[in-house]
């Protein structure tokens, strides 16, 4: 065990980001094991919950699980020039971080010290609060794109792909540390499963799941037991929010007023007008509309961001620079938008079309109590599917 061999201190930070030729080598190599023309992240992007995806959950087989507070990464397992092991994260922004600690191995079932290669694995990367106040990263995994150069799995229904990760990646794994239980600590997270659950067992998810979580929650993801993979925007993947948890990433555009100067100001020589800085700005919001001539587009967004007088003064304490910045905004109670968080993980805002969705969650919000209602006839569906299918066969 390396030295340096500790858990990660920082997700959105995992380790040496790649530059140039590498970086543009990695996409490539990740393309072409995927079958794909676009070196763009293809990682599967879920659709807000709408009113009219209740009726989708009653018609087709779906999953549960947690929306985890964390970081969206894909951990791919590879080889570097020497022929050793090596991982990286890739994120959203399609970044690859390599893993530098050298302190993660995935075993082969039949040969603990062999490892995966061409292996694509889909999950979240979050912080664990231990009970004794210390954090402990974890990537919680819930798809799988490739396995050891093979990308068919790809075309296979989900619970296939979970099947397949879980005998070849996840089994050896966990064998590995029933082995060696003393090398766990020096890993540089720890691998789990996401727990998946039948689509009907929403009150067990709010009742049970939810509050005994060890990391932050952001509410569900609904993904179709029988749908392949889908690289971007993938419409069988259902991202539920408490109502008033929806939001939508933004990006700032700050215009300050021009003034006239005062009979102070004057006295001390200013004779021009000048941009006030000290005061509330016109907060714009702009939507992202695609690219054109290699530049992105913006559209600007019909309704403002609401700044407070406090709120403006915090913001200009911290010094940092807030103009073109992506934030997170939520619609408060009298239907305002407000600064959530800065979202400097993202180098966009919102497509037009993601703002639209959200923007359709909003008004067509489905609450907790009509969700946990609903989950009857989800179940009688789900029933009725299996018994076709058993007087079919």
């Known amino acids: 065990m390396e030295e340096d061999a500790h858990p990660l201190r920082d997700i959105a930070n995992p380790g040496v980001k790649a530059q140039g030729e590498l970086l543009r080598e990695l996409r490539a190599e990740v393309s072409n094991l995927l079958g794909r023309n676009s070196h763009s992240f293809p990682g599967a992007q879920p659709v807000s919950f709408a009113r009219r995806h209740l009726e989708e959950l009653r018609r087709e087989d ?8 964390g970081i969206r990464y894909l951990l791919y397992l590879t080889t570097d020039e020497n022929g050793r092991e090596t991982h990286y994260l890739v994120d959203r922004k399609n970044d690859y971080w390599w893993l530098h600690q050298r302190n993660l191995h995935f075993p082969l079932a039949h040969d603990r010290a062999a490892f995966h290669t061409g292996t694509l694995i889909d999950g979240e990367l979050v912080m664990d609060a231990l009970p004794n106040g210390d954090k402990e990263p974890k990537f919680l995994v819930f798809d799988l794109l490739a396995l050891d150069g093979k990308a068919d799995l790809l075309a296979k229904p989900l619970d296939k792909r979970l099947g397949y990760f879980k005998e070849h990646v996840m089994k050896p794994y966990k064998n590995l540390f029933a082995a060696f239980p003393e090398e766990l600590p020096y890993q540089a997270f720890k691998v789990e499963m996401k727990e998946m659950q039948f689509s009907y ?7 049970e799941v939810l509050p005994s979580l060890k990391h932050q929650n952001d509410g569900l993801i609904f993904t179709c037991r029988t749908s392949p993979y889908q690289f971007g925007t993938d419409p069988h993947i259902l991202k539920w929010k408490a109502p008033h948890e929806n939001t939508v990433d933004f990006r700032l555009k700050l215009n300050f007023p021009l003034v006239e100067p005062n009979e102070l100001e004057r006295a001390d020589g200013v004779t021009e007008p000048f941009i006030d800085y000290e005061s509330v700005p016109d907060a714009k919001l702009l939507v992202f509309t695609g690219s054109g001539g290699g530049r992105p587009l913006y559209e600007e967004f019909k309704e403002p961001l609401h700044l407070t007088e406090d709120e403006w003064e915090t913001l200009k304490s911290w010094g940092d620079p807030l103009q073109d910045r ?28 993601t703002v639209s969705s959200v923007l359709e969650s909003i008004k067509d919000a489905v609450g907790e109590g009509e969700l946990m209602a609903a989950a009857k006839g ?11 299918q058993q007087r079919e066969h």
């Not at 779906?62 to 507070?69: A, F, G, H, I, Q």
């Not at 938008?337 to 979202?343: G, P, T």
């Open 62 to 69: 779906y999953y549960v699980c947690e929306k985890s507070d």
């Open 378 to 388: 989800i179940k009688d569906g789900w029933k009725m599917r299996q018994q076709q």
């Open 201 to 207: 067992g929403i009150e067990m998810m709010f009742r």
């Open 326 to 353: 992506v934030i997170e905004c939520s619609l408060d109670e009298e239907k305002r938008w407000r600064l959530y968080r800065f979202r400097d993980d993202k180098t966009e805002a919102n497509h037009i079309s």
